[in-house]
């Protein structure tokens, strides 16, 4: 309902631009208008529309975080991991305001997280996923969602995160996200693969895959 609502202000928002009376001043959109409408585009799918307006945002201001946060995800959406990074590297060394985005070095961290996986540079998505879970107090805080698709979720960040320690052959790690993930998920799933064998590596491997088709059904 919230986002119905929002999506509703928003387009209202861009279509008085358009039908404006000529006697009146031009209503010039500010950085902030254009990239949530960047987000309602996201959230409907349309990651090639919604990329143009981050990029828009981006031209008005480039300081606005947010800009570089929308651009990440959407080149994300479309494949383009490199790009992806670059634009969440750039933007995280920025600052914001905390309070009008509270998750906002979260959102960079879990895309740079994936993003680097993508392009299977282990160390550095190593890195970003072990940021994401140390930025994140999980004793005060409900566990991260995505804010603009709920679906992508902490679980997402700590099964990659996994991933990337069995790739770096950090079996022992890689088999304690697993454990935490069968753990957040309420599973009472006892899981003791020999990791010194192949079998028990093959079935982490199984494990990792079973998570994964697991994730996109939630």
């Known amino acids: 309902m919230m986002k119905s609502k929002k999506h509703i202000l928003i387009v209202g928002f ?8 000529a006697c009146r001043d031009a209503i010039i959109p500010s950085e902030t208008d254009l990239v949530d409408y960047g987000w309602v585009l996201y959230e409907d799918g349309d990651y090639v529309g919604a990329n143009q307006w981050f990029k828009d945002g981006f031209e008005k201001d480039s300081s606005y ?6 651009l990440g995800w959407s080149f994300g959406k479309l494949g383009l991991a490199d790009s992806a990074i670059i634009y969440f590297e750039l933007g995280k060394e920025l600052t914001w ?36 879970f140390g930025a994140q107090n999980l004793v005060d805080q ?10 992508t979720n902490h679980l997402d960040v700590r099964l990659t995160l ?29 899981f003791e693969p020999d990791l010194n064998t192949v079998q028990g590596r ?9 998570l994964q088709v697991l994730l996109l059904t939630q």
């Open 202 to 210: 093959d079935e982490l491997v199984k494990e990792l895959e079973i």
């Open 65 to 70: 975080m947010d800009a570089y946060n929308g």
């Open 162 to 190: 996994a991933s990337t320690y069995f790739s770096l052959s950090f079996l022992d790690l890689c088999i304690t996200e697993v454990r935490q993930i069968h753990s957040d998920l309420g599973m009472t799933k006892t």
């Open 97 to 132: 305001d905390d309070t009008k985005t509270p998750d906002l070095d979260m959102q960079f961290y879990a895309g740079l997280t994936f993003a680097n996986n993508a392009v299977a540079n282990d160390t550095l998505a190593r890195s970003y996923g072990e940021q994401f």
């Open 142 to 151: 409900d566990p991260w969602a995505f804010a603009h698709n709920a679906l």
């Open 14 to 21: 861009f279509l008085s631009i358009l039908f404006v009376p």
